[in-house]
């Protein structure tokens, strides 16, 4: 095991993995931008280090000067946490060539499963079920026309690239169809997303993705874990159909909406995709449920640790962020699988809890709740500010409970807790969102929220 590590991130995620790091008596360096000095997370990191502005370009996505803290601190390896270098195949690279060791998949997985359309075409070549769509990159608008014409409409436009729902749309005709290939296309323009051509170069248009839309979908992904002996295992699945503007805001494993027999084959399915690409470490296999027909299809992976990873860790008792640890470090291990009893996840964000447009400010009073059942996971305390250069995701709180009805039991109690006061958050929204009876009852979708603002 090497005895140091360095978080290539911020906030409330390099806190969480600082906390492991210590935990098993390894020594935890932060790297932190002008605007994060006073964060919690640089105060807790036995040594941190400062990259540079607030532009994250000038500090966490300036792979040299990380690359350079590691050195100037001795770290022996480097844990990317999730966004910024989490899923870069060049950086991970540029770590194992500079001879540290990268706490994350190979690079070759990382690219892979990083062009959805490859991904797509690598999953159902390996028998996981997909959605009828494009098996190359669609370059143009005249293309997408096509193409969407003999899928059927609805169809999901997205860019091959990129990840976080950004630049997704429903188009329903063609009318939608231009709007949604063009959103597409800026998303892919700045993943750097290009379609390929026949001879393997690059070609002029953005590379989008067109598949099959399903309506009234669920959204439930499987965590897996690839293990330093070559095999795979799943840790049961979480349902991530609260979204707005396909972007994850409440989490809960197990899924109140899939039947015990749909998941055992989401859970085949999703090691059969870690084994394809040979993962190791953590990675998340999302898939779109049909709850009506109880089916299933691919939707992307993500060759990273989730957001989400705490409601897998409370249901399973594994700590995520311990086991890639031990696995970077080529520790055979044995991690149980078994899920016992609820847990639910809230992203507490600085935004509008109506529009959901980002609040940013100053935070006066920061009082995080307690008790049976509840883990926060924030990255902010009271004096703190959150600053428009980043994502506003200040905390993640969860409850647990031995079944969901107890979960959402302590799931009121605690959010009603959770006092901010400072930077607009969307803690109004939670609470509303656990007296929607949809949500309650566990019958709900991917278009809860906009049902919700509707």
């Given at each position: 095991m090497f005895d140091s590590v360095l978080v290539a991130n911020r906030g409330e995620i390099a806190r969480r993995i600082i906390r492991t790091v210590q935990r098993m008596g390894l020594r935890a360096v932060a790297v932190y931008s002008e605007a994060d000095a006073?964060?919690?997370?640089?105060k807790e990191a036995d040594e941190a280090i400062l990259l540079g502005p607030a532009n994250p370009a000038q500090s966490y996505l300036d792979a040299g000067r990380v690359l350079e803290a590691a050195r100037e601190s001795g770290a022996r390896a480097i844990h990317p946490g999730y966004g910024f270098f989490s899923e870069n195949a060049g950086f991970a690279r540029a770590v194992i060539e500079a001879g540290l060791v990268w706490i994350g998949p190979s690079p070759e997985a990382i690219e892979r499963m990083g062009d959805k359309i490859n991904a797509r075409n690598l999953m159902e070549a390996a028998g996981v079920p997909v959605a009828a769509g494009t098996r190359e990159p669609v370059t143009d608008l005249e293309k997408a026309v096509a193409a969407a014409a003999e899928i059927g409409y609805p169809v999901m436009v997205k860019a091959a690239g990129g990840g976080g729902g950004i630049g997704m749309g429903v188009a329903r005709d063609e009318a939608g169809l231009a709007k949604a290939f063009e959103t597409a296309s800026r998303?892919?323009?700045?993943?750097g997303s290009a379609g390929g051509d026949a001879s393997g170069g690059q070609a002029a248009g953005p590379a989008i993705l067109l598949e099959r839309y399903i309506e009234r979908a669920r959204h439930v992904e499987v965590q897996i874990l690839g293990l330093a002996d070559g095999t795979v295992v799943a840790l049961g699945e979480r349902d991530c159909s609260v979204q707005r503007r396909h972007q994850k805001v409440v989490e809960e494993s197990p899924s109140p909406g899939i039947s015990p027999e749909l998941r055992e084959r989401m859970l085949a399915?999703?090691?059969?995709?870690?084994?394809?690409?040979?993962y190791l470490g953590a990675g998340t296999v999302e898939c779109l449920v049909d709850a009506d027909k109880q089916d299933f299809v691919f939707l992307e992976m993500n060759t990273r640790l989730q957001v989400e990873h705490p409601v897998t860790e409370l249901v399973t008792g594994v700590d995520l962020v311990e086991q890639q640890l031990r696995i970077a470090a080529g520790e055979k291990t044995v991690v149980p699988t078994a899920v016992t009893g609820h847990a639910i996840e809230f992203r507490v964000y600085a935004e509008d809890p109506k529009r959901f447009f980002p609040g940013p400010g100053k935070i006066d009073i920061w009082e995080e709740p307690s008790g049976e059942g509840v883990r926060v996971d924030s990255g902010y305390a009271a004096g703190n500010a959150v600053t428009p250069f980043y994502d506003p995701l200040m905390a993640k709180l969860c409850v647990y409970g031995r079944t969901r009805s107890e979960a959402l039991a302590r799931a009121r109690e605690a959010v009603a807790g959770f006092r901010i006061e400072g930077p607009k958050n969307n803690l109004p929204f939670c609470s509303e969102l656990l007296d929607r009876i949809e949500f309650v009852n566990g019958d709900y979708d991917t278009g809860l929220v906009a049902r919700m603002r509707a």
């Open positions: 006073d964060l919690p997370f640089v998303a892919a323009a700045r993943f399915a999703a090691v059969r995709a870690g084994e394809t690409v040979g």
